[in-house]
Protein backbone atom coordinates (compact mmCIF):
# COMPACT_ATOMS: atom_id res chain seq x y z
CA UNK A 1 0.00 0.00 0.00
CA UNK A 2 1.27 3.44 -0.88
CA UNK A 3 2.99 5.40 2.56
CA UNK A 4 4.30 9.06 2.56
CA UNK A 5 7.16 9.14 5.13
CA UNK A 6 7.96 12.17 7.14
CA UNK A 7 10.55 13.27 9.67
CA UNK A 8 9.38 13.02 13.28
CA UNK A 9 10.75 16.27 14.23
CA UNK A 10 12.14 19.66 13.24
CA UNK A 11 13.39 22.44 15.63
CA UNK A 12 14.96 25.69 14.24
CA UNK A 13 14.85 29.35 15.95
CA UNK A 14 12.47 32.11 14.97
CA UNK A 15 13.24 33.63 11.50
CA UNK A 16 15.00 30.79 10.41
CA UNK A 17 13.09 28.51 7.49
CA UNK A 18 11.80 25.62 7.76
CA UNK A 19 11.32 22.67 5.62
CA UNK A 20 9.42 19.35 5.99
CA UNK A 21 9.95 16.65 4.03
CA UNK A 22 7.15 14.01 2.50
CA UNK A 23 8.30 10.80 0.44
CA UNK A 24 6.53 8.53 -1.41
CA UNK A 25 7.08 6.29 -4.24
CA UNK A 26 6.56 8.80 -7.48
CA UNK A 27 5.36 11.22 -5.10
CA UNK A 28 5.60 13.56 -7.78
CA UNK A 29 2.68 11.99 -10.00
CA UNK A 30 0.16 13.33 -7.38
CA UNK A 31 -1.24 16.09 -5.68
CA UNK A 32 0.09 16.70 -1.87
CA UNK A 33 -1.29 18.68 0.55
CA UNK A 34 -0.34 19.74 3.68
CA UNK A 35 -2.01 20.83 7.27
CA UNK A 36 -1.27 22.50 10.12
CA UNK A 37 -2.67 21.07 13.47
CA UNK A 38 -1.92 22.41 16.79
CA UNK A 39 -2.48 20.99 20.08
CA UNK A 40 -6.06 20.66 21.23
CA UNK A 41 -7.41 21.92 17.78
CA UNK A 42 -8.41 20.70 14.66
CA UNK A 43 -6.02 20.35 11.46
CA UNK A 44 -6.41 23.35 8.98
CA UNK A 45 -5.69 22.81 5.43
CA UNK A 46 -2.17 25.15 4.71
CA UNK A 47 -1.21 23.90 1.08
CA UNK A 48 -3.68 21.96 -1.51
CA UNK A 49 -2.46 20.79 -5.07
CA UNK A 50 1.22 20.82 -4.04
CA UNK A 51 1.91 24.49 -4.11
CA UNK A 52 -1.22 26.69 -3.53
CA UNK A 53 -2.52 27.97 -0.56
CA UNK A 54 -5.76 28.60 0.82
CA UNK A 55 -6.98 32.02 1.78
CA UNK A 56 -5.96 33.68 5.23
CA UNK A 57 -2.52 31.57 4.69
CA UNK A 58 0.42 33.53 5.11
CA UNK A 59 2.50 33.69 2.26
CA UNK A 60 5.37 32.01 4.22
CA UNK A 61 4.30 28.82 3.68
CA UNK A 62 4.59 27.49 0.09
CA UNK A 63 4.56 24.37 -1.43
CA UNK A 64 6.61 21.89 -3.81
CA UNK A 65 6.01 18.28 -5.48
CA UNK A 66 8.96 16.44 -7.58
CA UNK A 67 9.92 13.33 -7.99
CA UNK A 68 9.52 11.27 -4.38
CA UNK A 69 9.72 13.95 -2.54
CA UNK A 70 7.08 17.01 -1.54
CA UNK A 71 8.21 19.56 0.47
CA UNK A 72 6.76 22.19 2.65
CA UNK A 73 8.40 25.33 3.85
CA UNK A 74 8.05 28.03 5.69
CA UNK A 75 10.02 31.08 5.69
CA UNK A 76 10.88 33.26 8.55
CA UNK A 77 9.12 31.10 10.64
CA UNK A 78 7.69 32.34 13.91
CA UNK A 79 6.58 30.75 17.23
CA UNK A 80 3.32 30.84 16.42
CA UNK A 81 3.80 28.36 13.65
CA UNK A 82 5.11 25.62 15.93
CA UNK A 83 2.56 22.59 15.50
CA UNK A 84 2.23 19.41 13.84
CA UNK A 85 2.50 19.54 10.06
CA UNK A 86 0.90 16.67 8.34
CA UNK A 87 1.25 15.62 4.23
CA UNK A 88 -1.82 14.12 2.08
CA UNK A 89 -1.90 12.09 -1.17
CA UNK A 90 -4.70 10.66 -3.14
CA UNK A 91 -3.91 6.78 -4.12
CA UNK A 92 -6.37 6.20 -6.42
CA UNK A 93 -9.23 5.07 -4.05
CA UNK A 94 -7.68 5.82 -0.66
CA UNK A 95 -6.43 8.84 0.77
CA UNK A 96 -3.26 8.72 2.90
CA UNK A 97 -1.31 10.62 5.38
CA UNK A 98 2.08 11.19 6.36
CA UNK A 99 3.05 10.18 10.05
CA UNK A 100 3.14 13.73 11.13
CA UNK A 101 6.27 16.29 11.79
CA UNK A 102 6.35 18.39 14.98
CA UNK A 103 7.77 21.68 14.21
CA UNK A 104 9.31 23.06 17.33
CA UNK A 105 10.45 26.84 17.46
CA UNK A 106 13.31 27.36 19.64
CA UNK B 1 -19.50 30.42 7.11
CA UNK B 2 -19.67 27.01 6.58
CA UNK B 3 -19.39 25.25 10.01
CA UNK B 4 -18.86 21.46 10.81
CA UNK B 5 -20.38 19.84 13.70
CA UNK B 6 -19.66 16.34 14.77
CA UNK B 7 -21.70 14.58 17.13
CA UNK B 8 -22.25 10.95 18.51
CA UNK B 9 -19.53 9.49 20.17
CA UNK B 10 -18.75 8.83 24.07
CA UNK B 11 -17.91 5.71 25.71
CA UNK B 12 -18.40 2.10 24.55
CA UNK B 13 -17.70 -1.64 25.42
CA UNK B 14 -15.61 -3.81 23.21
CA UNK B 15 -17.74 -5.09 20.57
CA UNK B 16 -20.54 -2.36 21.12
CA UNK B 17 -21.20 0.40 18.04
CA UNK B 18 -22.10 3.76 17.82
CA UNK B 19 -23.41 6.41 15.26
CA UNK B 20 -21.38 9.03 14.49
CA UNK B 21 -23.21 12.35 12.66
CA UNK B 22 -21.85 15.93 11.25
CA UNK B 23 -24.32 18.14 10.82
CA UNK B 24 -22.93 21.08 8.19
CA UNK B 25 -24.23 25.06 7.63
CA UNK B 26 -23.84 27.04 5.16
CA UNK B 27 -24.49 26.26 1.89
CA UNK B 28 -23.65 23.89 -0.75
CA UNK B 29 -23.59 20.41 1.58
CA UNK B 30 -24.98 18.54 -1.57
CA UNK B 31 -22.29 19.86 -4.00
CA UNK B 32 -19.12 18.08 -1.84
CA UNK B 33 -17.49 15.15 -1.47
CA UNK B 34 -17.69 14.59 2.64
CA UNK B 35 -15.23 12.16 4.43
CA UNK B 36 -14.37 11.31 7.92
CA UNK B 37 -11.19 11.09 9.74
CA UNK B 38 -9.78 9.82 12.98
CA UNK B 39 -6.75 10.90 15.09
CA UNK B 40 -5.76 8.27 18.08
CA UNK B 41 -4.51 9.95 20.98
CA UNK B 42 -1.27 11.49 20.44
CA UNK B 43 -0.90 9.89 17.09
CA UNK B 44 -1.36 11.06 13.42
CA UNK B 45 -4.42 11.29 11.23
CA UNK B 46 -6.12 8.33 9.26
CA UNK B 47 -8.53 8.76 6.83
CA UNK B 48 -10.97 6.76 7.25
CA UNK B 49 -13.75 7.00 4.53
CA UNK B 50 -15.35 9.31 1.99
CA UNK B 51 -19.13 9.49 0.48
CA UNK B 52 -19.66 11.23 -3.01
CA UNK B 53 -21.52 14.12 -3.62
CA UNK B 54 -24.73 11.90 -4.02
CA UNK B 55 -23.80 9.34 -1.69
CA UNK B 56 -23.52 7.04 -4.75
CA UNK B 57 -19.82 6.39 -4.50
CA UNK B 58 -17.98 5.48 -1.05
CA UNK B 59 -14.78 4.78 -0.19
CA UNK B 60 -13.35 3.49 2.68
CA UNK B 61 -9.40 2.65 4.24
CA UNK B 62 -9.27 -1.12 3.76
CA UNK B 63 -8.60 -1.57 7.47
CA UNK B 64 -12.11 -0.40 8.40
CA UNK B 65 -13.99 -1.94 5.72
CA UNK B 66 -16.75 -4.07 7.06
CA UNK B 67 -16.99 -2.34 10.16
CA UNK B 68 -17.50 1.60 9.46
CA UNK B 69 -20.33 2.29 6.69
CA UNK B 70 -20.33 6.03 5.84
CA UNK B 71 -23.61 7.98 4.76
CA UNK B 72 -25.28 11.12 4.20
CA UNK B 73 -28.20 13.06 3.78
CA UNK B 74 -28.65 15.92 1.50
CA UNK B 75 -32.08 16.98 2.89
CA UNK B 76 -30.91 17.66 6.02
CA UNK B 77 -27.25 18.80 5.61
CA UNK B 78 -25.52 15.89 7.85
CA UNK B 79 -22.72 13.11 7.65
CA UNK B 80 -22.93 9.70 9.09
CA UNK B 81 -20.68 7.21 10.49
CA UNK B 82 -22.19 3.54 11.93
CA UNK B 83 -19.18 2.06 13.48
CA UNK B 84 -19.79 -1.61 14.59
CA UNK B 85 -17.39 -4.10 16.43
CA UNK B 86 -15.30 -1.43 18.44
CA UNK B 87 -12.31 -2.24 19.18
CA UNK B 88 -9.71 -0.51 21.63
CA UNK B 89 -7.88 0.39 18.51
CA UNK B 90 -10.32 2.59 17.13
CA UNK B 91 -10.33 4.83 20.27
CA UNK B 92 -9.86 8.16 18.43
CA UNK B 93 -11.14 11.53 17.79
CA UNK B 94 -13.38 11.60 14.61
CA UNK B 95 -13.67 14.34 12.49
CA UNK B 96 -15.90 15.22 9.56
CA UNK B 97 -14.26 16.72 7.04
CA UNK B 98 -15.05 18.92 3.41
CA UNK B 99 -13.41 17.31 0.41
CA UNK B 100 -12.30 19.21 -2.20
CA UNK B 101 -10.36 20.21 -5.66
CA UNK B 102 -7.77 17.25 -5.99
CA UNK B 103 -8.28 15.89 -3.31
CA UNK B 104 -7.86 18.19 0.06
CA UNK B 105 -9.96 18.59 3.23
CA UNK B 106 -10.46 22.33 3.58
CA UNK B 107 -12.86 22.35 5.93
CA UNK B 108 -13.00 20.27 9.74
CA UNK B 109 -14.94 19.90 12.39
CA UNK B 110 -14.05 19.95 16.15
CA UNK B 111 -14.73 16.31 16.04
CA UNK B 112 -16.27 13.98 18.30
CA UNK B 113 -14.23 11.88 20.71
CA UNK B 114 -14.47 7.73 20.68
CA UNK B 115 -13.60 5.96 23.58
CA UNK B 116 -13.43 1.97 23.40
CA UNK B 117 -13.26 0.49 26.71
CA UNK B 118 -14.56 -1.80 29.75
Known amino acids: SFKLTQPPSVSLSPGQTASISCSGD??????VCWYQQKPGQSPVLVIF???QRPSGIPDRFSGSNSGNTATLTISGTRAMDEADYYC?????????FGGGTKLTVL | EVQLVESGGGLVQPGGSLGLSCIVS????????MSWVRQAPGKGLEWVAS????????YYVDSLKGRFTISRDNGNNSLHLQVNSLRAEDTAMYYC???????????WGQGTMVTVSS
Open chain 2, 97 to 107: ARLVGYVAFDM
Open chain 1, 88 to 96: QAWDGSTVV
Open chain 1, 26 to 31: KLGDKY
Open chain 2, 26 to 33: GVGFSNYW
Open chain 2, 51 to 58: IKEDGSEK
Open chain 1, 49 to 51: QDD
